[in-house]
């Protein structure tokens, strides 16, 4: 029976470690995997063997976290600040070459990409963001 407060003890530990480290799920994994482990010990006596089932549950439980956690947390639709340009109007401060321009918004300067023949002063509206550039039309009649 001591082998079971002994697993039971380890899973509560790592799911307070768990708890305090957020994002990692590695801690969820083994203290899962400890509680499993605390049930076979009803049957199981051989410490040995308890190892290599906790240590069999553990690498399953770590390959099952990784799939069905990271589906459940990741999104694609994750917004951040820039996220809040799209729509904006801009000022075009100046044409760089072809089709990119410098432009401002709010406080900031960026570059930006348009098919729109643009110059300067000229008002633009942001359409989105293309990795570190913004792509801009434009804005007719001064909307």
């Known amino acids: 029976m001591s082998l079971f407060y002994f697993f ?4 509560l530990i790592l799911l307070s470690l768990e708890i305090i480290t957020p994002g990692t799920f590695i801690f969820f994994s083994f203290s899962i995997a400890a509680l499993i482990t605390s049930f076979f010990t009803f049957s199981i006596k051989n410490t040995n063997i308890l190892m290599f089932i906790f240590s069999i549950f553990s690498i ?4 099952l976290s990784k799939k ?15 996220d809040n ?8 401060l100046k044409k760089l070459d072809n089709n990119n321009y410098r432009i ?9 990409i348009s098919n729109s023949d643009l110059k300067k002063d000229d008002i633009a509206i942001i359409i989105k963001k293309e990795g570190n550039h913004l792509i801009i039309k434009e804005a007719h009649n001064n909307e």
């Open 8 to 11: 039971l003890i380890i899973f």
């Open 104 to 112: 401002k918004i709010y406080s900031e300067e960026w570059n930006a």
């Open 60 to 63: 399953i439980t770590i390959f």
């Open 85 to 92: 340009y799209i729509g904006q109007q801009v000022k075009v």
């Open 68 to 82: 069905y956690l990271n589906n459940f947390i990741k999104t694609n639709d994750t917004k951040t600040n820039i």
